[in-house]
């Protein structure tokens, strides 16, 4: 079952454009991963799913309902959840207190203490719970805007380059962390660069290079296109 699908959506910058006609499905409880290399188009496809831009042409459906016109706000109502490429947590406020403001409008009191310490914890900041946001590593960054992300017990989690900055531990914690999600329930789109990311969390795939669709399939499809290779690995580095 579908639960995002975009029907031939574009999106132009003035004489650029950035998303030409893509068609793109994530299917109901599974981890699908877009890729390509730099300038792609990926995170102006991003932000047209979570309506941070409207498209210049197409449709997008969430759970079958054609959500092309509603705003972000709406759109997390229905139970989208988002983590932008650049992270956005409150630097000034401390980690548990990030936490708090995102989990505020769902639980109260001791529910939300409970539920507060849970994520903490799962995303190994239990004993930074107490520092500023701002003097946390890059990565820890990352995990703490994951974790007001999952906050909001999204039906899709979406996620622009959630490693981007991280070693390759808090990489490969990260990917175990998306599956632990995506075991319970969750459907997760991820936008991301990083190929062993990709092996380790994907499902399935969509290439997008230049704009367009370049192949799609299962991780083992796209991992034996040679195609794929020559537009991606040559240029994955430079980012
Ligand atoms: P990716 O995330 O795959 O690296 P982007 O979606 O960020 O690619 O960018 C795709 C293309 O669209 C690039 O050429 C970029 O310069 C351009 N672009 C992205 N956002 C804007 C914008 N807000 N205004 C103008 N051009 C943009
Ligand atoms: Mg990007």
Redesign the pocket.
């Known amino acids: 079952m579908a639960l995002v699908d975009v029907k031939g959506v574009s999106?132009r910058?003035?004489g650029?454009t950035?998303?030409s006609d893509v068609d793109l499905t994530v299917n109901a409880g599974e981890v699908h991963c877009l890729i390509?290399?730099?300038?792609?188009?990926?995170?102006?496809?991003?932000?047209l799913i979570v309506g941070l831009?409207p498209p210049t042409s197409g449709s997008i459906f969430f759970d079958s309902i054609d959500i092309t016109a509603e705003r972000p706000y709406a759109r997390v109502q229905r139970g989208m959840s988002i983590k932008m490429?650049a992270p956005s947590v409150f630097k000034e406020l401390p980690v548990r207190q990030n936490i708090q403001v995102a989990l505020q409008e769902r639980l109260s009191g001791a529910e939300r203490v409970a539920e507060e310490e849970r994520l903490l914890s799962l995303l190994n900041l239990a004993e930074e719970s107490g520092k500023l946001a701002g003097a946390l590593s890059h990565g820890q960054q990352q995990w703490l805007e994951i974790g007001m992300a999952l906050a909001l017990q999204p039906q899709l989690l979406l996620l622009?380059?959630p490693t981007a900055g991280m070693s390759p531990e808090e990489t490969y914690k990260t990917g175990e962390l998306i599956k632990s999600f995506n075991a319970e329930g969750m459907t997760v789109l991820v936008?991301e660069h990083d190929m062993a990311f990709v092996r380790q969390v994907a499902q399935r795939v969509t290439v997008?290079h230049l704009?367009k669709i370049f192949a799609r399939g299962s991780l083992e499809a796209i991992l034996e296109d040679e195609k794929v290779a020559e537009i991606y690995l040559g240029k994955t580095h430079a980012?």
């Open positions: 999106k910058f003035g650029l950035a998303v390509g290399p730099n300038g792609a188009g990926k995170s102006t496809l991003f932000k831009y490429q622009d380059e936008v997008l704009g980012h």
